[in-house]
Structure formats: C-alpha cells, structure tokens
C-alpha cells in the first residue's frame, strides 16, 4: 500500500458498480468513498473545530461569514479548551498522516433517488424576514431506494474484502437495519420541474420549454429526470447554455 500526502492538491476517488452490474442487478447509479478516521476525528470539538474552518472558509468563497464564524467560535471555546491534548494530538495524526498508523475506514455511499411524485415541495405558514412564505419539503424515499442501497452496499464492501484491501467490520444487514436513520441529503436541490416529452410525466420538454406555454423556460436542476449521483454543476451550465443559444437563436 502507499499513501498519498497532497497538501496542496485536492484528490478525490470512488468506487461504483460496473454498468454491466448494474443492468444485471438493476442498480441506480452510486459513488463510494472510503473516508479516513484519524484519531479523535469523530470528538464533538473536533467536528466544531471543522465546522468553524468551513465556515470561515466559505466566507472567502462565497462573501464575508466573519460574523458567523466568530460567534461559532466563541460559543465552542469551552468545549475546545476543555480537549486541546485529543484535538492537537487529532489535527496532527490529520496532517501527517504517519504511515505507522492502522487506519480505520467508513464507508459513505451516494446513490440515485429514485424519481417518486409522492414527494412535495409546498410552500408552508411560516414566513421569512422579508415576509416570504418559507418552503416545506417532503421528500420520500422508497424501497426501491433502500434495496440499491442495501445491493450497492453489499458489492462494495464484499469486492473491497475479497481483495484484501479491508476488512469489513460493519455488516450489510446491521447497516441497513439503521435505514433511513444514516441517510442524508447531499445539499443539491433538483427535481419539481421534471424534463419529459410527456407532459403527464414531466413539465418542461427536451427544450427546457414549460409544457403547453410558448414563451415560458425553466434553466437549473429542477429539470433533471433524475437526481444523479454525482455534482451537478457541470451539467446545470451546460443546460443553461443550450438554453441560451436556442433563445438567443429564436429571438433573431
């Protein structure tokens, strides 16, 4: 085995099923990753410590979150005080990464919802600070859901054991026993203006265009079929895009 130390390159591997696998088992599409447990990693101050550095982070991303971070940070202070030994000794194991450490592994796994129109996004009594109604979202999952989780699950860890490369202690079975507890969106709203050429299946067709109106778009993920697997960034722009080109065509 080798390990990788990149400080200043992000990496990123997963695991999947083979398309051949999935036809044959009838999976949705999933990514597996194997996310590293570095000592004290899993503490309540060393996730606090996390959050607050994402935070602060995304406020160098995406505008000043310095008022946020602050008051994270001071409400945290006691409990940080209070585990400096096991938080020092955690970022260190963290950044060096010694190569003399046995590493224990858990395995997070993103899988396809499965489309489902019992699901609802609906708009709820309560309002924001500008007065606006505040949404309620209902989402559902199935059991088609739970079995490709389940199936996935299983493929995964068993090709993972059969290689050598780990040893699996948390069982199939003992995993999805804790269904839907463990399960979690992933911060990627899509859906509600399903793409279909059936209007009674979708509401925008192959052209974004809404459904019985001329002059009526929808660009974003709301138009995907499925939710994916994967971050849908990418394909939002390149929709946007062919959205824009067809409009700017027409309009000449």
Excluded at 8 to 32: D, F, K, Y
Excluded at 209 to 235: C, E, K, Q, W, Y
Aim: aromatic share 6%; proline share 6%; charged share 25%.
């Amino acid at each position: 085995r080798r390990r990788v130390n990149l400080p200043h390159i992000r990496v990123a591997a997963h695991l999947a099923p083979t398309e051949r696998s999935q036809r044959e088992l009838s999976l949705a599409n999933s990514r597996s990753y194997l996310m590293a447990r570095y000592f004290h990693s899993v503490s309540e101050s060393y996730i606090t410590l996390k959050a607050i550095r994402q935070t602060i982070r995304n406020g160098e991303r995406f505008g000043p979150q310095i008022k946020e971070a602050v008051g994270q940070t001071v409400a945290a202070l006691p409990k940080l005080l209070l585990n400096v030994p096991q938080l020092t000794l955690a970022l260190l194991d963290n950044r060096l990464n010694p190569d003399f450490v046995s590493r224990n592994f858990q395995i997070e796994t993103i899988i396809e919802p499965v489309p489902n129109p019992e699901s609802r996004v609906t708009l709820s009594d309560k309002r924001d600070r500008l007065g606006v109604p505040r949404v309620r979202v209902d989402w559902r999952l199935t059991e088609d859901d739970k079995r490709h989780f389940k199936v996935t699950h299983d493929l995964v860890t068993s090709e993972l054991e059969n290689s050598g490369a780990v040893m699996v202690t948390d069982k199939e079975e003992h995993v999805a026993a804790r269904w839907p507890e463990m399960v979690q969106g992933c911060w990627h709203h899509m859906g509600t203006t399903r793409m279909h050429l059936d209007p009674k299946r979708g509401v925008v067709d192959a052209d974004c265009r809404v459904h019985g109106m001329s002059n009526l778009f929808v660009a974003g993920s709301s138009v995907f079929p499925t939710g994916g697997s994967d971050t849908p960034t990418i394909t939002i722009v390149a929709l946007a895009l062919r959205l824009a080109e067809k409009l700017q065509t027409a309009l000449r």
